[in-house]
């Protein structure tokens, strides 16, 4: 916590360095999350304090009205999903040398989560809907 790690992606490309905000991970459900990721996307806030290198060839795809979605060019690896304003930052804990520092506290939109697998373990859950609600910007602007 507090501490500056780097994270990689798949060719070693791709680099950043981000400040998690805490040891908590967590994983969201959503469609968008899982073809992005082609899995779980467990991600860890690093919001204010996460930027690639200058030179990593990073390709940001809007995937809503607030959200982008960076991976590596090269290699496709997903790293992180931002938001457009800048303020936040969600980074890949499979990008950081040790992932299992981070544990999964939290699930999203656990209502779209496929019925075949599911996460060991407490955690906390919230359905689309309860997102929506807390998080959504407008009533009519999807959350990622
Ligand atoms: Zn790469
Ligand atoms: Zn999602």
């Known amino acids: 916590m507090g501490q500056a790690l780097t994270g990689a992606c798949l060719c070693g490309a791709s680099t950043f360095t981000a400040t998690p905000v805490s040891d908590e991970a967590g994983v969201c459900h959503c469609s968008m999350c899982r073809r992005f990721s082609g899995g779980m996307f467990i991600v860890t806030d690093c919001s204010g304090a996460f930027e690639f290198a200058a030179d990593a060839p990073v390709t940001r795809f809007?995937?809503?009205?607030?959200?982008?979605?960076?991976?590596?060019?090269?290699?496709?690896?997903?790293?992180?999903?931002?938001?457009?304003?800048?303020?936040?930052?969600?980074?890949?804990?499979?990008?950081?040398?040790?992932?299992?520092?981070?544990?999964?506290?939290?699930e999203l939109f656990i209502d779209c989560k496929p019925g075949s697998y599911c996460l060991a373990g407490e955690t906390a859950t919230m359905t689309e809907a309860e997102f929506m609600a807390q998080y959504a910007p407008s009533p009519d602007g999807g959350a990622e």
């Open 62 to 106: 809007q995937s809503s009205e607030w959200g982008e979605r960076a991976f590596c060019s090269r290699c496709g690896s997903s790293l992180a999903w931002l938001s457009r304003d800048g303020r936040m930052a969600f980074a890949s804990v499979q990008a950081f040398p040790d992932p299992g520092r981070f544990p999964v506290r939290h």
